[in-house]
């Protein structure tokens, strides 16, 4: 008969405990935004980097990188080039999905939903938070499209600082993407590959979650 020590059953009495304080609350964007303030502190680089899933016309799929900007208090904010691929796939299908990997907190987000575009005001807000260079970038790069050289890039971020001046205003094809959440699954590590997984559906006219406890 295989016996467990009474010590190994406190230690995963222990562990259960801490792991259910990682998921306390009941909304999971709340508890999304409680994860980024922690990966801040322990991440080396770029916590609020996600990677970004879409389709085009054919339903191929595409995916990037790209920085989560803000969590409200229903949905996750990112900023990009509105002409790019990225966003025209977006706007088409009106719908993107994403995903958060901490290495060092070993969790994990992943989101799907529907998409609108931030408010102008927003937008410009959060535009003359970027560094003065980034703005440049901004307004020099036609993303996504083919580029012949790394002069031209070049000879046009220089053409946008002398246009431009020295207070840049937000081009009107650059903006915000506000993913509204269908559907959240919030992930953390657990020993033996025994992880723990919780799927988090709303109901659009009530407004409120419901979740679910998932199979490893």
């Given at each position: 008969?295989?016996?467990?020590?009474?010590?190994?059953?406190?230690?995963?009495?222990?562990?259960?405990?801490?792991?259910?304080?990682?998921?306390?609350?009941?909304?999971?964007?709340?508890?999304?935004?409680?994860?980024?303030?922690?990966?801040?502190?322990?991440?080396?680089?770029?916590?609020?980097?996600?990677?970004?899933?879409?389709?085009?016309?054919?339903?191929?799929?595409?995916?990037?990188?790209?920085?989560?900007?803000?969590?409200d208090e229903t949905g996750f904010i990112f900023y990009t080039n509105y002409h790019s691929v990225?966003?025209?796939?977006?706007?088409?299908?009106?719908?993107?999905?994403?995903?958060?990997?901490?290495?060092?907190?070993?969790?994990?987000?992943?989101?799907?939903?529907?998409?609108?575009?931030?408010?102008?005001?927003?937008?410009?807000?959060?535009?003359?938070?970027?560094?003065?260079?980034?703005?440049?970038?901004?307004?020099?790069?036609?993303?996504?499209?083919?580029?012949?050289?790394?002069?031209?890039?070049?000879?046009?971020?220089?053409?946008?600082?002398?246009?431009?001046?020295?207070?840049?205003?937000?081009?009107?094809?650059?903006?915000?993407?506000?993913?509204?959440?269908?559907?959240?699954?919030?992930?953390?590590?657990?020993?033996?590959?025994?992880?723990?997984?919780?799927?988090?559906?709303?109901?659009?006219?009530?407004?409120?979650?419901?979740?679910?406890?998932?199979?490893?």
């Amino acid at each position: 008969m295989f016996n467990v020590s009474p010590r190994a059953v406190l230690n995963y009495n222990k562990k259960e405990k801490k792991m259910s304080d990682i998921f306390k609350g009941s909304d999971p964007i709340a508890i999304s935004k409680r994860w980024l303030k922690e990966a801040e502190k322990t991440e080396l680089t770029d916590a609020n980097a996600m990677a970004v899933a879409s389709v085009d016309e054919q339903g191929m799929p595409n995916v990037r990188m790209v920085l989560l900007k803000e969590i409200d208090e229903t949905g996750f904010i990112f900023y990009t080039n509105y002409h790019s691929v990225k966003a025209t796939e977006i706007i088409n299908s009106g719908k993107v999905a994403f995903v958060i990997h901490w290495k060092s907190l070993r969790r994990q987000i992943r989101v799907r939903g529907v998409v609108e575009k931030t408010s102008n005001d927003q937008a410009d807000k959060y535009f003359e938070t970027r560094s003065l260079n980034s703005r440049y970038g901004a307004i020099a790069s036609d993303q996504s499209k083919p580029l012949s050289s790394r002069d031209e890039l070049t000879k046009r971020f220089y053409a946008a600082v002398k246009e431009a001046g020295s207070n840049p205003m937000r081009p009107k094809h650059w903006g915000g993407f506000k993913i509204n959440p269908t559907e959240i699954e919030l992930w953390a590590d657990g020993e033996d590959r025994l992880h723990n997984r919780f799927r988090y559906t709303i109901e659009p006219t009530k407004h409120e979650w419901s979740s679910q406890r998932l199979f490893p």
